[in-house]
């Protein structure tokens, strides 16, 4: 099952995805999201300084603004 990295504050998410099978792991740092197939993260901390990083090669969603139904469906649209 794909390791998805959720951001401490996504509680409802983190639940809904266990819920679904995936292996969930708390992001608490950037060395967290290593390894992971998606991240889902809330937005709040935007990167005003322009500088970008990749450390992971799956896709992040931004899950403000959506219920813990939403993430689960969007992560479910970007993996294989």
Known sequence: M????????LTNVSQALKEKGY?????????????CDCC???????NVMGIQDIIIEGS???????????VCNEVESKLP
């Open 60 to 70: 992040v969603i931004d899950a403000s603004g959506m219920s813990a139904d939403e």
């Open 23 to 35: 292996d969930v792991v708390e992001l608490k740092n950037e060395t967290d999201a290593q390894g």
């Open 2 to 9: 794909p390791k998805i990295g959720v951001e401490q504050s």
């Open 40 to 46: 889902v993260v809330t937005g709040g901390d935007n």
